[in-house]
């Protein structure tokens, strides 16, 4: 059930730190609901002696509406394969625990824990936006990543539907893009993306980081599930839209044993790309997955924990350019070896496709003159 709501939350008790909860965090990734770590108080929930906490009600989502005053995301980073991006919504309901973008939710003064999957922000002139960034006549043209904070294709999308009027945007311009989803809804827009597809102006990637319902359901809890991500795939290659499929993120010693297994299997359905990213864990987000890793494996925690150290240098994050992506150490490089050799014998990645921006064009605008030629 959503809230809607229009005006910006205030940080108050519903944001602050409380403890474990089986009401509010039914459904849910986080464990907890730290403060962000730009605010000076927190506030902790606590039984008054006459079981006050057992009258909290389960947790809804909000949503709350941001209007920007541009949309296309610009980075300079020598990690990632593009240099700007759309996010249509802020926050993620599909609460995934170990997501590196809860950190963002501080800047809006909420928690990254359970705030950050139940409190989302819809963006909905971002369609306007973009068609006013792409008439720009100084605008040149490279592949838009959607979904490289949160998921385009999370459940609102259902109803707000601001990432399918984001790719009517990109197809009347002919402008190239690629789709980053854990959601089998992406293919609700398989006749928007079959006709660029055959431009060669769209990819999408599919994240599967587990084929174990169970443990995928724990990491990400209102995702689609693995096998429907995996008919996503198939649904998609059959449509003949170029499908990668992403193990974003493996986590040493929780997930690292099904790197071969997924790669089969997004093979079979379809997938002719693949790629990979090692469990990254900045700001708040250590905190909330070693809460969440000790309540789920506590038969394991503190070996997930040696590992992922093992790959960062001694840390539980790295964040310098060259290594954040994919981690260091014996042990990443066994990991990546595993992954480039299982893919080199499915004959993932033997060829990549690169999207067009040549065809890229601006329609004439109303109250422009048209050229007579």
């Known amino acids: 059930?959503?809230?809607?709501?229009?005006?910006?939350?205030?940080?108050?008790?519903?944001?602050?730190?409380?403890?474990?909860?089986?009401?509010?965090?039914?459904?849910?990734?986080?464990?907890?609901?730290?403060?962000?770590?730009?605010?000076?108080?927190?506030?902790?929930?606590?039984?008054?002696?006459?079981?006050?906490l057992a009258e909290i009600p389960r947790?809804?989502?909000?949503?709350?509406?941001?209007?920007?005053?541009?949309?296309?995301?610009?980075?300079?980073?020598?990690?990632?394969?593009?240099?700007?991006?759309?996010?249509?919504?802020?926050?993620?309901?599909?609460?995934?625990?170990?997501?590196?973008a809860r950190p963002s939710h501080s800047y809006m003064g909420l928690s990254p824990g359970l705030d950050f999957e139940s409190k989302l922000f819809i963006k909905p002139n971002a369609a306007a936006l973009l068609r006013g960034e792409l008439t720009a006549?100084?605008?040149?043209?490279?592949?838009?990543?959607?979904?490289?904070?949160?998921?385009?294709?999370?459940?609102?999308?259902?109803?707000?539907?601001?990432?399918?009027?984001i790719i009517e945007v990109l197809s009347e311009f002919k402008h190239p893009f690629g789709i980053v989803t854990k959601s089998a809804s992406v293919c609700r827009d398989i006749d928007l993306l079959k006709p660029m597809a055959e431009q060669g102006l769209v990819k999408v990637a599919l994240s599967i980081t587990s084929l174990d319902p169970k443990l995928a359901r724990a990491m990400e809890p209102r995702a689609s599930t693995p096998t429907k991500r995996l008919a996503a795939i198939e649904a998609l290659s059959k449509a003949g839209i170029p499908t990668v499929v992403m193990m974003g993120p493996i986590?040493?010693?929780?997930?690292?044993?099904?790197?071969?297994?997924?790669?089969?299997?997004?093979?079979?359905?379809?997938?002719?790309?693949?790629?990979?990213?090692?469990?990254?864990?900045?700001?708040?987000?250590?905190?909330?997955?070693?809460?969440?890793?000790?309540?789920?494996?506590?038969?394991?925690?503190?070996?997930v924990m040696s590992l992922v150290k093992s790959v960062r240098g001694g840390k539980e994050n790295d964040p310098e350019f060259g290594t954040r992506m994919t981690g260091s150490g014996p042990y990443a490089w066994t990991i990546g070896r595993r992954f480039q050799l299982a893919a080199q014998r499915l004959g993932l990645n033997a060829k990549r496709v690169k999207l067009r921006t040549d065809l890229f064009e601006r329609p004439p605008q109303v109250g422009e003159q048209l050229s007579l030629i």
């Open 59 to 100: 947790l809804k989502t909000e949503i709350f509406t941001e209007t920007p005053k541009t949309i296309i995301a610009r980075n300079q980073s020598p990690d990632i394969s593009f240099d700007r991006s759309i996010n249509p919504y802020r926050g993620c309901e599909h609460g995934c625990v170990y997501c590196y």
């Open 251 to 303: 986590i040493p010693g929780l997930n690292d044993h099904e790197i071969e297994s997924i790669l089969k299997a997004a093979y079979a359905a379809g997938a002719r790309e693949a790629g990979y990213t090692m469990l990254r864990l900045p700001f708040e987000v250590k905190d909330i997955f070693k809460d969440w890793l000790v309540k789920e494996f506590p038969d394991r925690a503190e070996k």
């Open 137 to 165: 006549t100084n605008y040149e043209p490279r592949t838009i990543a959607l979904g490289s904070n949160t998921d385009p294709y999370q459940p609102i999308e259902r109803t707000y539907r601001i990432t399918r009027s």
């Open 1 to 52: 059930m959503h809230t809607l709501i229009t005006m910006r939350p205030s940080v108050g008790f519903e944001s602050g730190a409380f403890t474990s909860l089986p009401q509010l965090e039914r459904g849910r990734g986080a464990r907890s609901n730290p403060a962000g770590r730009f605010e000076t108080l927190s506030e902790e929930m606590v039984d008054d002696g006459w079981e006050s």
